[in-house]
Nanobody, 121 residues
Framework: QVQLVESGGGLVQPGGSLRLSCAASGSIGRINAMGWYRQAPGKERELVAFITYGGRTNLADSVKGRFTISRDNAKNTVYLQMNNLKPEDTAVYYC???????????????WGQGTQVTVSS
């Protein structure tokens, strides 16, 4: 059993910043890759960013230059630093663990409860 607990969401004005955290626990061993997804109302869940155990990162084009993903392997924790937030970043953000195949991120079916990010003036 794997538990993922996200934190750090909230309400922020356009141009503001937030830092999300997600701690993984349970029977997981070494986590190959960790990712952040988001889902806005009426839209499908989308991959925002992922990071491998070795620190290789990939970010969606819509957040490049504004978001940074990092992780602490000793704590099984992944972070998402979000700067210059825009209203279109408003969504529920979910943490995930998975594999990196060398070409793409392959998520496991483990999800946290999500954390709401609202960008509004």
């Amino acid at each position: 059993q794997v538990q993922l607990v996200e934190s750090g969401g909230g309400l922020v004005q356009p141009g503001g910043s937030l830092r999300l955290s997600c701690a993984a626990s349970g029977s997981i061993g070494r986590i190959n890759a960790m990712g952040w997804y988001r889902q806005a109302p009426g839209k499908e869940r989308e991959l925002v960013a992922f990071i491998t155990y070795g620190g290789r990162t990939n970010l969606a084009d819509s957040v490049k230059g504004r978001f940074t993903i990092s992780r602490d392997n000793a704590k099984n924790t992944v972070y998402l630093q979000m700067n210059n937030l825009k209203p279109e970043d408003t969504a529920v953000y979910y943490c995930n663990i998975g594999d990196y195949t060398g070409s793409y991120y392959d998520p496991y079916d483990y999800w946290g409860q999500g954390t709401q990010v609202t960008v509004s003036s």
